[in-house]
């Protein structure tokens, strides 16, 4: 299977080589989710290398608008727009000739064009215009066929919601899904992409977190533990924290090679008792490893004095 | 039947045997829009080539012959060659060029075996 590489940070690995040549994918997602910088970012890096890119807008968002926003990115390539970047205005012809002339106009779009890849943006604006589902249905079955033979990967760009992946037709018929989407926290909005479906290739399952850069979209791939089983030998030996009631609670101390986790709200005594388990093998000529994620060397030297 | 007409019809026959192999695998609704994209690529150079009429049952190339016949130093052969080496590269990209050879190689055993 021959595949088009993203070439957007660790997307190629997660998709174990690329998005197969020739697939219809939908990038699904709320507004703002960075479905545009998304697939602009896999697009310019494909006509940076020899593709031919036709990106139809419709209303959702105008060509002006697209790429004044677009050329902060360090992806975007001024020198490309208009000769193998071709950024056409759908909409317009839509409102002109009507939305059973949609196919006719892409169509005739490819031929004068010769595109290898083609975005329509949004997608759901196309939808909207269509007043059956039946009717939209068809014509989604028609594009991707149609497309397919024009030697076209085609990427459509719709603010779609989780559920509607399960019960729209475009769904049906594209060959991947790309689905993204953000969660807001007091410090930082996190960003997610996930990967529904992708015919043709296996692909790296589960949320896969992103961000927005000034570089373009980077990926933090799902982390895989490894499968391998892991052996270790077990003793029924003990190793204590030194704390005598807690020692005698644990019939001696904590079970060597095992793991315990300890759990509790802020200022309970969780590092404390971290600590002093490790202080107490130190003592022993055992030693000891403390990885922090929050506290700096420092702060828990200040803490371990301070508690004598 | 002039020897252009039964050029033409040879011609006609071979379109045919791809067109039932590539039923097999792209469906009949997409091997009408191959035929489709490959008359507008050969077009560019030969127009007659969109005398070529399709539909559910298949490929007919009356009209060609008919047109073809007040011109008896057309190049049948290089358009319709260029047709079909279009039609087979496209076809290999969609199906892969293993399947695509395999294809070619089975109609032309045929073709060989019928003349």
């Known amino acids: 299977m021959e595949r ?7 997307l190629d690995e997660i998709l174990h080589g690329g998005i197969p040549l020739y697939s219809l994918n939908v990038i699904s997602g709320s507004p703002g989710s960075g479905k545009t910088i998304f697939v602009q970012n896999i697009v310019f890096n494909n006509v940076k290398n020899g593709f031919k890119c ?9 060509q002006l608008k697209l790429v004044r926003h677009l050329q902060e990115f360090a992806f975007f390539s001024d020198d490309l727009i208009g000769e193998s970047f071709i950024y056409e205005d759908l909409g317009l012809v839509i409102r002109k000739r009507g939305a059973d002339q949609v196919l006719n106009c892409i169509t005739e779009m490819i031929r004068k064009r010769r595109p290898s890849i083609l975005v329509i943006d949004s997608f759901k604006a196309i939808r909207d215009m269509f007043n059956d589902e039946k009717g939209f249905k068809t014509f989604v079955f028609d594009l991707a066929a149609s497309l397919s033979i024009w030697e076209v990967t085609v990427f459509l760009v719709g603010e779609y919601q989780e559920g509607e992946t399960n019960t729209l037709s475009e769904f049906a018929i594209a060959d991947g ?18 990967i529904l479906k992708m015919r043709g290739t296996s692909f790296a399952q589960g949320e896969h977190l992103f961000e927005i850069t000034p570089a373009g979209i980077e990926i933090y791939p799902r982390m895989k533990p490894d499968t391998e089983t892991l052996k270790y030998e077990t003793t029924s030996e003990r190793r204590s924290f030194g704390v005598k009631g807690l020692d005698e609670m644990l ?12 759990s509790g709200g802020t200022g309970t005594g969780k590092t404390t008792f971290a600590l002093k388990f490790l202080l107490e093998g130190a003592g022993k000529g055992e ?7 929050e506290e700096p060397l420092e702060q828990l030297r200040r803490n371990a004095y301070q508690l004598n | 039947m002039s020897d252009l007409a ?3 019809a040879r011609y006609e026959r071979f379109l045919n045997e791809v067109w039932s192999s590539s039923v097999k695998y792209l469906g009949l609704f ?8 490959v008359v507008f690529d050969v077009a560019t150079e030969y127009r007659e080539i969109e005398l070529v009429k399709w539909d559910e049952k298949g490929i007919s190339c009356e009209e060609v012959a008919q047109v073809l016949q007040e011109e008896p130093n057309f190049p049948v052969d290089d358009m319709f060659m260029k047709f079909i080496t279009k039609y087979v590269e496209v076809l290999a990209k969609l199906i892969g060029s293993e399947k695509a050879e395999r294809i070619m190689e089975k109609i032309k055993e045929e073709t060989i075996k019928e003349e």
């Open chain 1, 54 to 62: 036709l990106y139809l807008t419709t209303i959702a968002e105008s």
């Open chain 1, 251 to 262: 019939g001696g101390g904590l079970q060597e090679g095992t793991v315990t986790l300890i």
């Open chain 2, 30 to 37: 997409s091997v009408q829009l191959l035929m489709e994209r």
């Open chain 1, 4 to 10: 088009i590489k993203t070439g957007i940070k660790n």
């Open chain 1, 177 to 194: 899904i790309f689905y993204l989407y953000g969660q807001e926290e007091k410090r930082f909005q996190k960003r997610y992409l996930r």
């Open chain 1, 287 to 293: 030693k000891g490893l403390y990885l922090s994620f």
């Open chain 2, 6 to 8: 039964e050029k033409i």
